[in-house]
T-cell receptor, first 114, second 110 residues
Framework: NAGVTQTPKFQVLKTGQSMTLQCAQD?????MSWYRQDPGMGLRLIHY???????DQGEVPNGYNVSRSTTEDFPLRLLSAAPSQTSVYFC?????????????FGSGTQLSVL | EDQVTQSPEALRLQEGESSSLNCSYT??????LFWYRQDPGKGPEFLFT???AGEEKEKERLKATLTKKESFLHITAPKPEDSATYLC???????????FGKGITLSVRP
C-alpha cells in the first residue's frame, strides 16, 4: 500500500518558471491538502479539497493553483515561481473531514527557486 | 484566529531522562488536538488525537494529555530513536483544516 506519493522529491526552478507538483493517494480518501513547511514556521495550509471537483483556499494560496479531477490525484501548480516559494511542500490526505480523521502525509517535495 | 504555540523550540535529553513537551492553544471550538512525529527529510507521522480535557493516550514511551488550554507530550525514559521533531496541531471548524505549531526538536543522546 503506497499511501500518499509525491513527485518529484527535489526541484530547482528559475524565477518565473512554472511547474506542477504531483500528489496521488491510493487509500480512496476524500480529503486532500497541500502544506508548505518553512524553517521556524509551522506547516501552513495552501489549498485543500473535500472531494473530486471541489477545492478551496487555505492560509497561503497566492501563487498556487489546484484542481481535483479524480479522487486519487491533487496536483499543485506554481504559475510563476518566486524565491519566496522556496520551501518543502507536503501533500496530505484523510478519509473524511470528521473530527477523528487523521492526516496521512507524503514524503515531501523540496523546491528551490533561484 | 486559531493559535498553537509549542515549547521549548528544542530539547536535548540524555537517554533515560524523562521530560515533557508543551503545546498551548487558543481556538474557538476545539474539535481535536493532534500530535505528529516528523523525522528529517520525511513527512509527519500521526501519533495521537485528543478530544476533551482530561483525556490521555499512550504509546510505548509517549503519553499525551489534554487540558482546556494545553496539551503535554510526556516522554518516559527516552531512547536515541525518539529523536525527532514533534508537531502539535488543532482542528476547528466544520472542515478538516489543521493549524500546526512550529514543532519541538527533540534530541536524545546515548
Amino acid at each position: 500500500n503506497a499511501g500518499v506519493t509525491q513527485t518529484p522529491k527535489f526541484q530547482v526552478l528559475k524565477t518565473g518558471q512554472s511547474m506542477t507538483l504531483q500528489c496521488a493517494q491510493d487509500m480512496n480518501h476524500e480529503y486532500m491538502s497541500w502544506y508548505r513547511q518553512d524553517p521556524g514556521m509551522g506547516l501552513r495550509l495552501i489549498h485543500y479539497s473535500v472531494g473530486a471537483g471541489i477545492t478551496d483556499q487555505g492560509e497561503v494560496p497566492n501563487g498556487y493553483n489546484v484542481s481535483r479531477s479524480t479522487t486519487e490525484d491533487f496536483p499543485l501548480r506554481l504559475l510563476s515561481a518566486a524565491p519566496s516559494q522556496t520551501s518543502v511542500y507536503f501533500c496530505a490526505s484523510s478519509k473524511g473531514t470528521a473530527s477523528n480523521e487523521k492526516l496521512f502525509f507524503g514524503s515531501g517535495t523540496q523546491l528551490s527557486v533561484l | 484566529e486559531d493559535q498553537v504555540t509549542q515549547s521549548p523550540e528544542a530539547l536535548r535529553l540524555q537517554e533515560g531522562e524523562s521530560s515533557s513537551l508543551n503545546c498551548s492553544y487558543t481556538v474557538s471550538g476545539l474539535r481535536g488536538l493532534f500530535w505528529y512525529r516528523q523525522d528529517p527529510g520525511k513527512g509527519p507521522e500521526f501519533l495521537f488525537t485528543l478530544y476533551s480535557a482530561g483525556e490521555e493516550k499512550e504509546k510505548e514511551r509517549l503519553k499525551a494529555t489534554l487540558t482546556k488550554k494545553e496539551s503535554f507530550l510526556h516522554i518516559t525514559a527516552p531512547k536515541p530513536e525518539d529523536s525527532a521533531t514533534y508537531l502539535c496541531a488543532v482542528r476547528t471548524g466544520a472542515n478538516s483544516k489543521l493549524t500546526f505549531g512550529k514543532g519541538i526538536t527533540l534530541s536524545v543522546r546515548p
